[in-house]
């Protein structure tokens, strides 16, 4: 699949899950994904997934033994979808949308600068959080090669 997403797909993929998370926990169920799906217009269609393949890539990523799902990992299943993971061009774009000063880095900052255009208010920590499980090296910024890294095996 020849797809990648924007940032402005990336806040209608926010909405579409905002939409069936009827408590605002940010969580969903399972069972409600296709509800999501149903919302997909224009370019977000080639993100459908499929029940069938919906079930393998659960498994795959590690998301079946719950019957719920965060929107982060909504968004890893998205990303399985459209195998961003073959495409260094598709990756170094969405890598530009948090790095958008080309610092060759994703930081705190940059993180919560495009979750929050996206509708997603997490904090600082739970940024800070996520940065640090992808930093490898410890700089405390991810790098092209580990947001690589973190794609393929999240």
Known sequence: MNATLSEQDLYELRRAFSSVDDNNDGLVRIKDLPAIFKQFEGNLQSFIIEEDELKHLLDQNNISDSDQITFTQFLTL?????????????????????????????????????????????????????????????????????????????
């Open 78 to 154: 998205i990303a399985c979808k459209a195998n961003v993971d073959d495409n260094i061009e598709e990756l170094q774009e969405a890598f530009n949308i948090f790095d958008s000063t080309n610092t060759g880095f994703i930081t705190v900052k940059d993180l919560l600068r495009v979750m929050q255009n996206i509708g997603e208010n997490i904090s600082e920590i739970e940024a800070q959080e996520m940065i640090h499980h992808a930093n490898r090296d410890l700089s405390g910024k991810i790098s092209f090669a580990e947001f690589i890294e973190m794609i393929r095996y999240s």
